[in-house]
Structure formats: structure tokens, C-alpha cells
């Protein structure tokens, strides 16, 4: 055994100062250039640090908008946020700087803007003839609160509707108020005694714009005049009014109220409502009214040329349906369809032919915007079936509690995750398209596979592909269903270390070159699989139990601190903590009475049928010891080269055969450090009653989970953004003292510092900042890897580092990336042939033994990243060559190798909110950006750095943020983002007939202007609302004239056919284009000339 270099131990834990650490940074170097020099091509220049795209569901949606010509829908969310959604692959995130809630938004009906309004009482238009939408105007009530606005459709005035239930106009070209004010006590004159209450509804009759519909939440309707400014009818009804629509012929309206009504009124027949209906009501026999029931929130009324026309409503259900899901009603002449949804309604929409108030509607399909998803109903087709959803909005189908991002795959992995996946897909949908289809998509600039993995609270996993700047699921895999459900409560075995989500997925390590999968669970389960298209059926589900100890005072291994150097093979060098290898073990209990050597799930005992995609390999369990629960896994790696599986936690760590299916190394972590263990460590204190560990569920807002940081939990260091404390089992005596395994790393490199050659080697990294090495000793393939057992010993090596280890990678003599050891995939549910198993012999990846490997003199290199520092150590010769304190105030988060730009760098986020990357070998700060704070755990737990400069985290719980640290990538963003505005031609109007037009029948159509206009209603009041311009100004001047030059070069192309010229028109534009802008110049001198003049000096 190796002297231990106490140097080392010390050189790792003291801090140096920061002048020191400059001249040793500069030993170093010197160092670093008698080993070798490579030549780094990574300069800061090539990163930059920008958001890319929002997948996932709009995080607690609050409004919703539909432009029926442009086909586009709009999202608002009590955080501000603003989703737009086109085609599918044209989406949109937006979000206002206030971050109050949208409480409403209007689309300018294809025109390419959008007015939303928040609940601090704003308005906003936005620009959408840009790839990112931008505000033009914004508009500040100061002296009301908005509670409703309407923009008709074709007119540029809005109006907008408050608490004290005035009216005011807005003109949304200028966004400046009329001085037309409705004020409700003229609205409401003696009809009623008291203040109606706040605005609800506004809309124009759609026969006469010059007839406006006001609704106040008592239960009023008032029927005003603009043009005599006076009401012509009012309406009233004794409960709360919550919604109003008109008939599209302008005769009747109906309103639905709070007592689970709807009451339709005849527009001239103001004394009482023409029919009153109460669609969930009990009718009673003898005539009485029927029961109250729950508020209709919202009732649309849309009519069809060949039928009846549709009622649909919210709400409105009797208050005896208890635990009723919330339901959609739609009646159709005689039917009636309740449609339940799985969460409660925030909004809906019917979606129609026509953008014409006054026409038939003939209404196509509904979009219901729900809690947590988004539902399309088919309107033509029997049953109201669903329209299949294209977005990627099910992400939060279960909380996720981890995720994992793999840029640049092997090209047949996203087909063959589709091929598989799309046997799971539900029947019965629509038929139709997906009605919601504007927008064009963007230039496809990256051609590389992308593949996100996300694992979920209820045991599942789904694999997305992720390829430029789309998300679509490929697949899912339920690990759950390989454990026994407990049917209730009480059944339920007390052996959970968890009380909720017991198979919720903590860590998921995949080799995406074998496909191997292998997943870590919350009650300290991991489970192995192996991908194949064929179905099976698995008579017995292999399984093995380990028993993970963590002792000091040393009871059950008499030999636990001198670590034989060499096992007995195949056992590792504990013999007796290990499991024998059966199915559950018998005794559940000690002779003491304490619950002993039972897992925490019950694996099925039946045949289990497997559908192709990812199938159960093994599954492997950590059982209770005397009374304590297993700890919950910390770290986990795969091997498909060498048939391995590894992971560990606080008491220690254990490596599993999982094609011979055995056990062979199972050690407490101090026993890793044999007599070189350079801690005093107490022995355990007297065990006490153990608090059950807390489990990963929802990573909500502001939620604290007890295990912090699945992938790598790290010493206690206090840090003011949130608690570090790790497992509530472990009391605070044993935490001192309780080393995790952090990381680890499979690859083939030099294991000692007099190796020559390579040899395969499991690296380990711990939260004390250690670093061992384990040599594997790997029998030859073919049937020989089956039958011979792997040799697995310690090397002796040691490495030293500051805060917890969390990535580990290896750099060959040229400074590239050198992958772990593979096998490429195959197929094992089919026999293989003759020819077949030579050639599985010969490809074998990895160095059989370290006699036979041939002798190499390259030298190699190790790239540690640690919570605190990163470290470039040079092997053979394990001289610490390059060191980076990354942060001394703070601690890294996530640190992860990888390549960019066909080299290799070291990219970190750390908990103060900074994203940093380092070149390699020589760890040259390459960019160092404030990015976000970490607010949430949720972000500390799903941030993950992957190729090609990409990176992402879960950024509510239910969306994914996608970023970019490449420069390159920051440039074409542009370019591939979709574009959510195209040229369409407005439908032509309804024809108004002969006989109308003769008998003045049809809509009448209404002058705003020289209603609203300053001329004729003077100035609004100053005090009432100001003005303020966006950020999208004179670029969204630009934006519309350009877009009118694109909109006349596609007219040119249809029209040149018919020999017509367009050429003056489109030089009349650029003149305007050229105009604007000389105009904006001219009025900023003249601003700059005038700005100090009082005003009698002009």
C-alpha cells in the first residue's frame, strides 16, 4: 500500500489567498509545460450567454385570446408571462418587466398586435410582426382599476372597462385616451339604488357599432348610445351577472349569473328575460324554480347557418355533485354534452369561420385553457372528440424531480425512441388537423440530435427530442410498474423511507451510444435496463438486495479499515455485508425486534410482459439495517463496456455485476480509504429514533426538499440561499463524520503512478473533496465475460479537493475529450448467429486485463470539478498541473466537461447565479455572466450543462428553460426562431342582401373617429392614465412598413401574372420606410434644440 502524502490532505483543505494561489496557479503553469502544450482553441469570444427557448406548459395561466385570421393563440399568466403558440414548432414566451398578472388579452384581428391587460392596472400593444415580439405603447391607469376591455373588431379604439364601472376609449394606434367617458351613474340613472358594481362585459350590438352593451357585475345591463351618449335600454336581473354574449343577428343576448342561470333577453323587451334556463338544474314537478347551482362563469352563444345554434358554458353545476370534476357544457339544440376536464377551467374560447360579429358563426371547435393543460374539442364531429395536442405541454404530467440533456447523439437514437414510442399513443382523437396553425417555422441552422430526459415523482421517465429549438416526447418508460401497489393505506408496509412518491426518480445515468439506462429511485432502489424492439414477457424479475453499512466502531467486519489490496474474486473485499443473492430475504426482522434486511418496495413476483423500448434488466435494492432505513442514493453510473453498475450514498458505495448478476464490492466509505483514511472520525453516536427521509414530490415554489441536490449531495456548508442540511436521518453528530459518494466515473486510464499502461478504473468522487481510484480487473468477452468473475481492488491512489466532487472527466494526450468504454447497441431478445458473436468478440471496446493492453507512454489527463475548485491533475505522474478556485464565497451547483467548437471546456453554475466556463487543460476563465439567483431548489436540481453550448433548467414546475452559453448559436437564434405573423387576406364581409340593403336592414356601421376623436371629445383627463412607450418603438415602425414591402412582394408575384405593375406602390412604401426614420431623427433634434426653452420662448 502507497504512503498517503499528508501534503495533499492539507494543500485541499486550507484556503489559500488569493495572491497565493495567483504565484502557485503560475508553478503550475510552469509545470503544466514540461508535461506537454497543447494548443487551446477556446477564446471568450465564443460565448455568450442568452435565453433560447420556453417549452412546457404556460406556469398558472390566467387569460386566453384566439386571432381567428392569423390562426394564433395567446396565453397570460398571473406571473406576467405571455406564451403565443402558432403551428406546432411556432411558439413564443414573452414577459412584461411588472410581472403582475394578465388579466385579459385582445388580439388586433390580423394585424400582427396584441393589447394585454395586467392586473397593476396597465395596457400594453404588442408588436408581433417581429421574430420577438416587442411593446410599442403602454398605457398606466392611475385612478381605476381594469376590469374588462373589448376592441371590436376592425376599429382602433378599445374600450375599457373599471371597478367603478366607467368607461373609457383608448385609441390603440396612438394608445392616448379619448376624452368619451360612459360613466356609470349616466349609465345607470335611476334604475338602480345603489353602485352597480364593476364593469363585467362590454361589446357592440354586431347589427350597430353604434350601440354599445355594458354589463355590471349586480346584475344591470345597459344597452348605450354612443352616438346620443345616452342609454337606449337597461336591463336588470337580481343576480350577479358573470358573462354576456349576443346573438349574431344583434336581437338577443344572453347573460349567465351566479346562481347557475342563464337568462336570454330580447333586445327590446328590456322588463323581463325572454327565457331563463338552468342547464344543471333538478326540475321540481310542481312547477317551482329549480335548485341554485354553481356560477356559470362563462357562456358563448355561436350560431350555424344548417342547424341550431350552441350554448356553451363553464361551471353552472348543481352544488350536490361533490367531488365532481370542473365540466365544459355544450347544448346544441335539444342535446346537452357535459365534458369533464381533469383540472379546472381558467378561460375557453369557441373558435369559428368567421371574424364577423354579425354572420353565422358556424363555430368549428372549442379551446379550453385549463389549470395545467390545454384541450381542443372537435364541435363537427359526433362525441366531441379531442384534437391531439402537438405542443409539448405535458412535462408536469407528474412533478419532475430530475432531468438530463444529451446534445449531439448518435443519429438512429431519436427513430428508434419514436418507433417504440408511438405504440403508446392514445386512440381516439379528432381527426381533424390541429386547428391552431399560423405562423412559419424557422431556418433549421443546427443539424445535431438533442434528447432531453426527464424523471418524474411518479416513478416515470420521458425522453424528448429536443433538436433545434422544438420538444416533442418520444417515449416513456413507467419504472414503477415493476413494484407491488399497495391497494390502501394501512396494507401499506412501514418499511417506506419516503410517505409519498416512493418511486419518484432522484438520478437517471444513460449511455446514449448502448442505449443502457439506469435510474436511482427515492427508496434507495436502482434499476437497470436495456433497450430492445422486441416485446417480452419476464417470468422472474432479477433482483438483488445490499446491505450498505456505515460503521466506525467496527462490529460487523472484523477486517473493515485494512482493506485487503486484492479481494477474493468475485465477492470484493467485504464478504460478509453482501446480500447472498435470492429473492426477498426472509428475515424482515432482528432478534431484537428491529426491522432488518427488507427493502423498502415489494419487486412483483409474476410475470411481468415488456413492451418493446427500454426492459428490465435488473433491479437492485438497498434493504434496512437493524432498524435504520437505507439512505437514499447520491450517485450513480453505468457501464455497457464493462457490464457495471455503481452507486453510493452516505454510508458507502457498492458496485454490481449486472450481467452475472452479483454483488462485488459493497463498502462503508471510510473502509474505501483502507489505513490511508486521513480524518478522525468518532465512533458512532448511541442510535436514536430515526426520522424517515424526506422524499423528492413536487419541486414546488419555494418548497424545501431535505435531499437538496440529487446528483451530488455535498458537505453542510451554510449558505444564505437556502439550507444545505442533507438527510433528516442522520443526526447532526453522524453528519460531521458521514462522507457521501458524490461522484463517479468509469474510464481507462493510468491507475497508479507507476502504471505504463491503461487499465479500466472506476473513479470516486466524495463530499469531503476525496478522490480514490478502483482498479477492475475484467475477465476476457464473449461466454468467458459470464462465467469468470470481475476482480475489483482499490489502487491506493488518493487526490485532494476543496468542497465536494461533482464531474469528473479524462483528456487525452491532445487535450480531447476521452468518452467512458461502450458497447454499441444491439438487439439481445434475438439469438445471435455464428458470425455475429466472433464479431461481438472482436469490437470489444476495453482492455481486457492491464498485462495484455499494449504499453502506451502518452500521458493522459483528469479534469475534477469539485464545489469549490477545479483541478487538471496530469496521469501518470498525478501532478496537480492546472488549478481554478471557481468561487470562495459561493459553491457550485453543476459543473459539467463538455465540447464545444471542437474542443473541450468546463462549464459551472454556482447557487450565487453565476454561469462560468473554463478552458481545458489550463482552466483559462472563459466567461463569467450573472445569470439568475437561485431561488428555488427546483433550479439547483434540474440545471444541466450539455454540448454544443447548450444548457437548460426546469424554470416553473411546469416548463423548461432552454439557454445557449455559444456565440454562434446566439447568432442564429434569430434565424430559427419562428415567425408568429403572416400576410393573409382579411375574409371578405357578410353580403348584406338586397332586401336589407334596400330596407336598410344589416349592420350599421358607425364613424368612431368623430365620436372619439380629440376634435369632437376633447382631451381625456391627465391624471387619469399616462403614457408610456416601449422598447419596440420606431424598430416596430420599421417591422410594419417592412412588413408591407414583403406583403407587396408576394402581392407582385400574383399579380404580375395578370401583367400589372406594383412598382410605384412599393417605392411609395420604402419612401415611407426612409420617412419614418428621418422622421424620427428630425423629431429627436428638434426634441434636443427645444429641450432647455421655456415655453414663451418658442
Keep these: 500500500?502507497?504512503?498517503?502524502?499528508?501534503?495533499?490532505?492539507?494543500?485541499?483543505?486550507?484556503?489559500?489567498?488569493?495572491?497565493?494561489?495567483?504565484?502557485?496557479?503560475?508553478?503550475?503553469?510552469?509545470?503544466?509545460?514540461?508535461?506537454?502544450?497543447?494548443?487551446?482553441?477556446?477564446?471568450?469570444?465564443?460565448?455568450?450567454?442568452?435565453?433560447?427557448?420556453?417549452?412546457?406548459?404556460?406556469?398558472?395561466?390566467?387569460?386566453?385570446?384566439?386571432?381567428?385570421?392569423?390562426?394564433?393563440?395567446?396565453?397570460?399568466?398571473?406571473?406576467?408571462?405571455?406564451?403565443?403558440?402558432?403551428?406546432?414548432?411556432?411558439?413564443?414566451?414573452?414577459?412584461?418587466?411588472?410581472?403582475?398578472?394578465?388579466?385579459?388579452?385582445?388580439?388586433?384581428?390580423?394585424?400582427?398586435?396584441?393589447?394585454?391587460?395586467?392586473?397593476d392596472d396597465t395596457l400594453h400593444l404588442w408588436n408581433l410582426r417581429q421574430k420577438r415580439p416587442a411593446i410599442l405603447h403602454s398605457l398606466k391607469f392611475n385612478r381605476e382599476r381594469i376590469t374588462f376591455c373589448h376592441l371590436p373588431f376592425q376599429s382602433k379604439w378599445l374600450y375599457v372597462g373599471t371597478e367603478r364601472g366607467n368607461i373609457h376609449i383608448v385609441n390603440v394606434e396612438s394608445f392616448t385616451l379619448s376624452g368619451y367617458v360612459i360613466m356609470w351613474n349616466k349609465a345607470i340613472e335611476l334604475s338602480s339604488k345603489s353602485h352597480p358594481g364593476p364593469i363585467v362585459h362590454i361589446s357592440d350590438n354586431p347589427m350597430d357599432e353604434g350601440k354599445l352593451l355594458i354589463g355590471f357585475e349586480s346584475g344591470t345591463v345597459v344597452l348605450w348610445d354612443l352616438k346620443s351618449k345616452k342609454a337606449d335600454y337597461r336591463y336588470?336581473?337580481?343576480?350577479?351577472?358573470?358573462?354576456?354574449?349576443?346573438?349574431?343577428?344583434?336581437?338577443?343576448?344572453?347573460?349567465?349569473?351566479?346562481?347557475?342561470?342563464?337568462?336570454?333577453?330580447?333586445?327590446?323587451?328590456?322588463?323581463?328575460?325572454?327565457?331563463?334556463?338552468?342547464?344543471?338544474?333538478?326540475?321540481?314537478?310542481?312547477?317551482?324554480?329549480?335548485?341554485?347551482?354553481k356560477p356559470i362563469l362563462k357562456v358563448e352563444y355561436k350560431t350555424t347557418r344548417a342547424g341550431e345554434p350552441f350554448i356553451i358554458l363553464s361551471g353552472g353545476l348543481s352544488y350536490d355533485t361533490v367531488g365532481r370534476r370542473p365540466c365544459l357544457t355544450v347544448m346544441h339544440g335539444k342535446s346537452t354534452a357535459v365534458l369533464e376536464m381533469d383540472y379546472s377551467i381558467v378561460d375557453f374560447l369557441t373558435l369559428c369561420e368567421t371574424p364577423y360579429p354579425n354572420d353565422f358563426q358556424e363555430p368549428y371547435a372549442v379551446v379550453v385553457l385549463l389549470e395545467k393543460d390545454l384541450v381542443l374539442i372537435d364541435l363537427a364531429q359526433n362525441g366531441y372528440p379531442i384534437f391531439e395536442n402537438p405542443y409539448s405541454l405535458t412535462i408536469h404530467e407528474s412533478p419532475v424531480t430530475c432531468c438530463e440533456y444529451f446534445a449531439d447523439c448518435p443519429v438512429d437514437l431519436i427513430p428508434a425512441l419514436y418507433s417504440v414510442g408511438a405504440r403508446q399513443k392514445r386512440q381516439g382523437y379528432s381527426k381533424k388537423e390541429w386547428p391552431i396553425s399560423g405562423g412559419n417555422w424557422g431556418l433549421i441552422t443546427?443539424?445535431?440530435?438533442?434528447?432531453?430526459?426527464?424523471?418524474?415523482?411518479?416513478?416515470?421517465?420521458?425522453?424528448?427530442?429536443?433538436?433545434?429549438?422544438?420538444?416533442?416526447?418520444?417515449?416513456?418508460?413507467k419504472t414503477a410498474k415493476v413494484f407491488e401497489k399497495s391497494r390502501n393505506k394501512d396494507d401499506k408496509q412501514n418499511t417506506d423511507i419516503v410517505d409519498e412518491d416512493p418511486y419518484a426518480i432522484q438520478i437517471i445515468s444513460w449511455c446514449p451510444e448502448s442505449r443502457m439506462l439506469c435510474i436511482a429511485g427515492v427508496s434507495a432502489h436502482v434499476i437497470i435496463y436495456r433497450f430492445s424492439k422486441q416485446e417480452v414477457t419476464t417470468e422472474v424479475i432479477p433482483m438483488l438486495e445490499v446491505r450498505l453499512l456505515y460503521e466506525i466502531n467496527d462490529v460487523e467486519s472484523p477486517d473493515g479499515e485494512q482493506v485487503p489490496p486484492l479481494p477474493t474474486p468475485g465477492t470484493g473485499s467485504n464478504p460478509q455485508s453482501i446480500v447472498p443473492q435470492s429473492h426477498p430475504s426472509t428475515s424482515s426482522s432482528s432478534s431484537d425486534g428491529l426491522r432488518d434486511n427488507v427493502p423498502?418496495?415489494?419487486?412483483?413476483?409474476?410475470?411481468?410482459?415488456?413492451?418493446?423500448?427500454?426492459?428490465?434488466?435488473?433491479?437492485?435494492?438497498?434493504?434496512?439495517?437493524?432498524g435504520e432505513p437505507p439512505q437514499q442514493i447520491t450517485s450513480l453510473a453505468v457501464n455497457s463496456a464493462y457490464g457495471l453498475v455503481v452507486f453510493g450514498n452516505c454510508n458507502g458505495i457498492a458496485m454490481v455485476d449486472y450481467l452475472q448478476k452479483t454483488v462485488l464490492l459493497n463498502l462503508g466509505t471510510i473502509e474505501l480509504y483502507g489505513s490511508n483514511d486521513p480524518y478522525r472520525r468518532e465512533p458512532r453516536s448511541p442510535r436514536k429514533t430515526r426520522q424517515p427521509s424526506g422524499g423528492l414530490s413536487d419541486i414546488n415554489e419555494g418548497t424545501m426538499v431535505p435531499e437538496d441536490r440529487c446528483k451530488s449531495p455535498t458537505s453542510d456548508v451554510k449558505d444564505n440561499s437556502f439550507s444545505r442540511s442533507r438527510s433528516s436521518s442522520v443526526t447532526s453528530i453522524d453528519k460531521e463524520t458521514r462522507e457521501a459518494i458524490s461522484a463517479l466515473h468509469f474510464c481507462e486510464t493510468f491507475t497508479r503512478k507507476a502504471d505504463t499502461s491503461l487499465s479500466p478504473c472506476l473513479w470516486v468522487g466524495t463530499t469531503l473533496g476525496t478522490v480514490l481510484v478502483i482498479v477492475l480487473n475484467l475477465p476476457p468477452g464473449g461466454e468467458q465475460r459470464l462465467l469468470q468473475p470481475v476482480i475489483v481492488s482499490p489502487s491506493g491512489t488518493i487526490l485532494r479537493l476543496k468542497g465536494a466532487i461533482l464531474r469528473m472527466a479524462f483528456l487525452d494526450t491532445t487535450g480531447s475529450l476521452i468518452p467512458p468504454a461502450h458497447e454499441p447497441w444491439r438487439e439481445h431478445n434475438v439469438p445471435e448467429d455464428k458470425d455475429e458473436k466472433d464479431k461481438s468478440k472482436?469490437?470489444?471496446?476495453?482492455?481486457?486485463?492491464?498485462?495484455?493492453?499494449?504499453?502506451?507512454?502518452?500521458?493522459?489527463?483528469?479534469?475534477?470539478?469539485?464545489?469549490?475548485?477545479?483541478?487538471?491533475?496530469?496521469?501518470?505522474?498525478?501532478?496537480?498541473?492546472?488549478?481554478?478556485?471557481?468561487?470562495?464565497?459561493?459553491?457550485?451547483?453543476?459543473?459539467?466537461?463538455?465540447?464545444?467548437?471542437?474542443?473541450?471546456?468546463?462549464?459551472?453554475?454556482?447557487?450565487?447565479?453565476h454561469i462560468m466556463t473554463f478552458s481545458l487543460p489550463s482552466l483559462r476563465p472563459l466567461l463569467d455572466v450573472y445569470y439568475l439567483p437561485l431561488t428555488n431548489m427546483r433550479i439547483a436540481r434540474t440545471f444541466c450543462f450539455t454540448n454544443n453550448g447548450q444548457a437548460l433548467y426546469l424554470v416553473s414546475p411546469t416548463e423548461i428553460q432552454r439557454l445557449t452559453y455559444s456565440q454562434e448559436t446566439c447568432e442564429n437564434l434569430q434565424e430559427m426562431l419562428g415567425e408568429l405573423f403572416t400576410p393573409v387576406e382579411t375574409p371578405e364581409a357578410p353580403n348584406r342582401g338586397f332586401f336589407k340593403g334596400l330596407f336598410g336592414g344589416g349592420a350599421q356601421s358607425l364613424d368612431r373617429e368623430e365620436l372619439f376623436g380629440e376634435s369632437a371629445s376633447g382631451k381625456a383627463s391627465r391624471s387619469l392614465a399616462q403614457h408610456i412607450p416601449g422598447p419596440g418603438g420606431i424598430e416596430g415602425v420599421k417591422g410594419a412598413a417592412s412588413g408591407v414591402v414583403g406583403e407587396l412582394a408576394r402581392a407582385r408575384l400574383a399579380l404580375d401574372e395578370r401583367g400589372q405593375k406594383l412598382g410605384e406602390l412599393e417605392e411609395k412604401t420604402a419612401a415611407m420606410l426612409y420617412s419614418a426614420d428621418s422622421f424620427s431623427k428630425h423629431a429627436h433634434e428638434m426634441m434636443l434644440k427645444y429641450k432647455d426653452k421655456k415655453w414663451y420662448q418658442f
Excluded at 403582475?100 to 400582427?112: D, H, K, P, R, S
Excluded at 419487486?603 to 434496512?624: A, D, F, M, T
Design 236 to 293: 336588470t336581473h337580481d343576480e350577479a351577472i358573470h358573462s354576456v354574449a349576443w346573438h349574431h343577428e344583434g336581437k338577443q343576448f344572453i347573460c349567465s349569473h351566479s346562481d347557475g342561470t342563464l337568462t336570454i333577453w330580447n333586445v327590446k323587451s328590456p322588463t323581463k328575460p325572454f327565457q331563463t334556463i338552468t342547464p344543471h338544474g333538478k326540475q321540481l314537478k310542481d312547477g317551482k324554480k329549480p335548485e341554485p347551482c
Design 446 to 477: 443546427q443539424s445535431y440530435p438533442e434528447i432531453i430526459i426527464t424523471g418524474h415523482a411518479d416513478g416515470s421517465i420521458k425522453f424528448w427530442d429536443a433538436s433545434a429549438i422544438t420538444l416533442q416526447v418520444l417515449y416513456k418508460l
Design 600 to 626: 423498502c418496495l415489494k419487486v412483483k413476483n409474476s410475470p411481468l410482459k415488456q413492451s418493446p423500448g427500454y426492459q428490465i434488466e435488473l433491479v437492485i435494492q438497498l434493504v434496512w439495517v437493524s
Design 1 to 119: 500500500m502507497r504512503k498517503f502524502n499528508i501534503r495533499k490532505v492539507l494543500d485541499g483543505l486550507t484556503a489559500v489567498s488569493s495572491a497565493a494561489s495567483a504565484s502557485s496557479a503560475a508553478q503550475q503553469q510552469q509545470a503544466g509545460n514540461r508535461e506537454t502544450e497543447i494548443q487551446e482553441t477556446l477564446q471568450s469570444e465564443h460565448f455568450q450567454l442568452c435565453k433560447t427557448v420556453r417549452h412546457g406548459f404556460p406556469y398558472q395561466p390566467s387569460a386566453l385570446a384566439f386571432d381567428p385570421v392569423q390562426k394564433i393563440l395567446a396565453i397570460g399568466t398571473q406571473t406576467g408571462a405571455l406564451r403565443l403558440f402558432g403551428r406546432p414548432g411556432v411558439e413564443c414566451y414573452c414577459q412584461h418587466d411588472s410581472g403582475a398578472a394578465v388579466i385579459q388579452l385582445q388580439f388586433l384581428i390580423n394585424e400582427g398586435a396584441l393589447v394585454s391587460a395586467l392586473a
Design 842 to 913: 472482436k469490437r470489444r471496446p476495453v482492455s481486457v486485463s492491464p498485462s495484455s493492453s499494449q504499453e502506451i507512454s502518452e500521458n493522459q489527463y483528469a479534469v475534477i470539478c469539485s464545489e469549490k475548485q477545479a483541478k487538471v491533475i496530469s496521469l501518470p505522474s498525478q501532478n496537480c498541473i492546472y488549478k481554478q478556485n471557481i468561487t470562495e464565497t459561493s459553491f457550485v451547483l453543476r459543473g459539467d466537461i463538455v465540447s464545444l467548437s471542437n474542443s473541450v471546456c468546463l462549464a459551472c453554475f454556482c447557487a450565487n447565479g
